[in-house]
């Protein structure tokens, strides 16, 4: 029984009957669409015909097949989410500890930061693009700007969260505010940090993506604009959609294993008590 238990709580059970779900609902409403004889390919294909167009030898344009057109502007628009996440990442991180420090740093800064938050992106790209001028710019400045906030409020609320002992413990040690934040305030605030990488990288995707249809100039969403069109075979359009949510679980699960490396003593302390409780029951 203890052994079933375990298999049924294994998180690769979960995920498997979680994907099996998923493909089942799918293939429900591909073959509802066949029944009320509308083209199957233009709606929604089956999985069987996405998993066939990864793997067809049949080009999609003048010498490219249709994983070629994915993966390559797959590139480009991981390249600039890439960027800008690591731009928003550096200032999220300095902006909270400015506001930490000071005060009146976060009450001038908070408000400019909720105004940028409540403009949607599709309204945010021509404004950027207007002041930068430049199409590749502009994507990197927009992933930097969804990624600032969420690194920027989830720091510093790990900057708030230190508790008063330790806090009280670094000034009985007569520690300088330099080793006060080396020792307790950062240390303390890496899990906030790393929430808000979680949260921010996959927007930072999503962003590029959904700008790349506005503007052109190539990226999974650029070809994803095309393909919707009917400029080159509808399955490129479900693959950039299948690689899209690929990419952006793995985003979230790489997130994870940093924070795993960056925090051995979570796991540890997680083992440990878990360790007790297991002792108790004994």
Wanted: aromatic residues 10%.
């Amino acid at each position: 029984m203890k052994k079933i238990r375990r298999m049924l709580g294994a998180k690769w059970l979960v995920m498997l009957v979680w994907l099996a779900g998923v493909a089942v609902v799918w293939e429900i409403f591909a073959f509802r669409v066949e029944e009320v004889k509308r083209t199957p390919e233009n709606v929604m294909p089956h999985i069987w015909q996405i998993v066939q167009a990864i793997f067809s030898t049949n080009t999609v344009t003048r010498d490219q097949i249709a994983l070629q057109v994915v993966l390559t502007s797959a590139g480009q628009t991981l390249e600039r989410a890439a960027l800008g996440f690591l731009i928003g990442t550096v200032l999220g991180f300095v902006l909270a500890l400015l506001m930490h420090l000071f005060r009146g740093v976060e009450k001038t800064v908070s408000p400019y930061l909720i105004i940028i938050q409540v403009i949607p992106i599709l309204g945010m790209a021509p404004i950027v693009l207007a002041i930068t001028g430049d199409i590749g710019v502009s994507r990197i400045v927009i992933a930097a700007i969804l990624t600032f906030y969420p690194v920027a409020a989830n720091t510093l609320s790990g900057f708030r969260a230190t508790e008063r002992e330790k806090k009280e413990l670094m000034y009985s040690y007569a520690a300088n505010k330099f080793q006060l934040y080396t020792k307790t305030y950062i240390p303390n605030c890496i899990p906030y940090f790393f929430t808000g990488l979680k949260i921010s990288a996959p927007m930072a995707i999503t962003a590029s993506i959904l700008v790349d249809t506005l503007q052109g100039d190539g990226g999974l969403g650029c070809m994803l604009s095309q393909a919707q069109k009917h400029a080159m075979s509808i399955y490129v359009f479900w693959l950039i959609v299948l690689f899209s949510a690929c990419i952006g679980i793995l985003s979230f699960t790489v997130m994870g294993w940093l924070e795993n490396m960056a925090c051995p003593y979570r796991r540890t302390g997680t083992h440990r008590r878990g360790g007790k409780r297991h002792g108790k029951k004994k």
